[in-house]
């Protein structure tokens, strides 16, 4: 994995999936939108989670910039950002580490 202290990706994937109670809920959501594009309703059917809940998560991974919308508007599908497909490899290290913490 890149170095930690030095990486903006790899700090900013900590905060955001390591440094919250919710992280394990964000991964359920990213993983999906890998698989196949999502609205937040979509994503709230498929994963049997809240409305609400999937929204405040989409709101954190679009601020990191992890996925991308196709549009600004009620029901639009939110896609992986290329800023994912580029750091796939240290997303999935930090999804293992999260897996392996108890």
Partial sequence: MRNYNTDPFIREMN???LGRKGGRTTVKIIDEILKQPYNTNQLSNELDLDY???K???HLILKSELVV???NKYGSLFYPSPKLINNLKE???IKRYL???K
């Fill in 99 to 101: 897996n392996n913490k």
């Fill in 15 to 17: 905060n955001l999936i």
């Fill in 69 to 71: 919308q196709s549009e």
């Fill in 52 to 54: 609400n809940t999937v």
């Fill in 91 to 93: 997303y999935e290290q």
């Fill in 56 to 58: 405040y998560h989409m």
